[in-house]
Each structure stands twice: as C-alpha cells, then as structure tokens.
C-alpha cells in the first residue's frame, strides 16, 4: 500500500441514529462532511453495534478502505498493509488483521438464555428471530436484515417483561462478566468489551504512524458513551425527537446541534472546515 498521508484528525462514529438516519437509515444529511473528509484523506472509522458484513457494505458504498470496528468493540478489524509496522492482533481473516476483543456469540446467546430463565424474564434476541421478522423490527430490507444476523461477538435483544425486569437483567450479566448496554434500539449482552476499549487500541496504532494525531467520536445512544469518553472530542447528536440521551451527562461530551446525520454532518464541518 501506498504511504498514507499524515492526517490531522481520525474520525469514530456510530451508525445507527449518527452517521445515518434512525428510521430511514439514509446519510444523505452527512454528505457535504463526508466529501470534505474524503478529500482532506481523514481515516472514518465505523464503531458501531452492527456486524463485519454490514460494515463491508458501508465501505463499499462510501468508498473507505479503513479499519472499522464492529458489534459494540468486539473486534477491529484492519486491512492488510494498512499499518507498515508490526502489531498484536488475533488472526487474520480474508483480507483483515483481526483484533479480536468479545466473546464468541454462541457464549452469549446460552448465556443470556439462562439467565432469563433463572429470573423468568422475556426477551427477544437477533437469535430467535428469522430474517423477515429483524426486517419488520428494525426496518432495515431483507438483505441488510440478513447481514445484521451474522453476529459474531454481541447479541442484540429487546426486553418484554416489564421494569425492573431490566435492572435484575442487567446485574445478572453483569455478576456473570459480561458487558449489558443499549443502543437506539437494542439492548446488548457482550464480553469485556466496549467501543471505548476498541478506540483506544486503534488510536495507539494511528499514533505509532502519527503521534500528534486528534480523535474525534460521534454517537447517539449509551453504548458510545465509552467511545465519546475514549477520544479528544466527543460529541452526541440528537435523537430523533430533538433529546439527548439522557444517559450520557459528561460535560466532556458535547451536545452537537441536529437530529443524527444532520448533527453529524454539521458538527463536524464546524471543526473540519
Ligand atoms: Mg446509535
């Protein structure tokens, strides 16, 4: 690969409900940032819940041949040659360098099942669900619904039994080792992970090439927040009704000015330009 040219700036972002819409799953909004980050060469990162195969469509679409990390930081996975130096990594797959950072989703799956048996709680996961039900539940069409189901290394559910089902859920998980949160519409069961441990990792990488490199991040929901705390600027976009989350309080984050991609896009024109 060709030397990379020095960057100011690395750029993290989720997807859902940030980089694109939360109901349309459009970027269309972002497409003056996204144009102005293609043409300063500034590496976008996806970090996000979604799975290495929907990420590949992302990077097809949009033209970015750089590392992404996938299910909530449960692996980074970088392009062959893309670093001209040696580093850890866990295997290598296709034409990836895998950092692997979750636990495998079958683990998950037995272990979220048992778990709501013992505290006879109802859920619904990704895995109990066919292809055309993830469609009518997220939305997404048939074939983005059937690369969302190629999960890995995070399990995505919503809760049915009523509060405090959740907060019992969630300790149980939490006693068991693993990581409970939510995004815009799900809530996860991971390992030891989170976007924040990813983005660490990665950002030693870049700044092996360029140490005076800066951060930025972009979310919507609690499960960036570890993200948005992992980098040098952290900013929310608005949900869909004009909130914030209200989860995520840090007055290191900043609250960006739109709904989703419209914020994106704004917020980081704001800096880049
Ligand atoms: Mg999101």
């Avoid at 979750?102 to 895995?127: R, T």
């Avoid at 950002?203 to 993200?227: A, E, F, H, Q």
Wanted: aromatic share 10%; with cysteine.
């Amino acid at each position: 690969m060709e030397e990379m040219q020095a960057s100011e700036y690395i750029i993290y972002t989720d997807m859902d409900g940030t980089l694109v819409d939360h109901d349309t799953y459009s970027y269309d909004a972002a497409l003056p940032a996204l144009e102005l980050i293609n043409k300063k060469n500034i590496p976008l990162i996806f970090c996000t819940s979604k799975t290495r195969a929907e990420l590949e469509v992302y990077c097809h679409k949009l033209d970015i041949h750089h590392p992404f990390i996938s299910e909530n930081g449960g692996a980074i996975f970088i392009p062959l040659d893309y670093f001209d130096f040696p580093y850890d990594h866990t295997k290598q797959i296709d034409n990836y360098n895998v950092i692997e950072l979750g636990v495998g989703y079958n683990i998950l799956e037995s272990n979220l099942k048992e778990i709501c048996a013992k505290i006879d709680c109802q859920v619904i996961g990704f895995g109990d669900m066919d292809v055309d039900e993830v469609c009518q539940d997220t939305g997404l069409d048939r074939e983005c619904a059937a690369l969302a189901k190629q999960r890995d290394y995070d399990e995505a559910f919503r809760i049915k039994s009523p509060a405090p089902k959740d907060e019992l859920l969630e300790q149980e998980i939490r006693k068991r080792g693993f990581n409970y949160t939510k995004g815009g519409r799900y809530y996860h069961i991971m390992g030891n992970n989170d976007k924040g441990k990813a983005v660490h990792i990665l950002t030693d990488l870049y700044r092996t090439k360029w140490p005076g490199v800066k951060t930025i991040g972009l979310g919507d929901s609690l499960n960036d927040l570890p993200m948005l705390m992992a980098v040098d600027i952290g900013i929310l976009v608005q949900k869909p009704d004009g909130n914030y989350d209200p989860s995520i309080t840090s007055p290191n984050i900043k609250q960006g000015t739109g709904i989703g991609p419209k914020g994106w896009n704004q917020e980081l024109i704001n800096i880049l330009e």
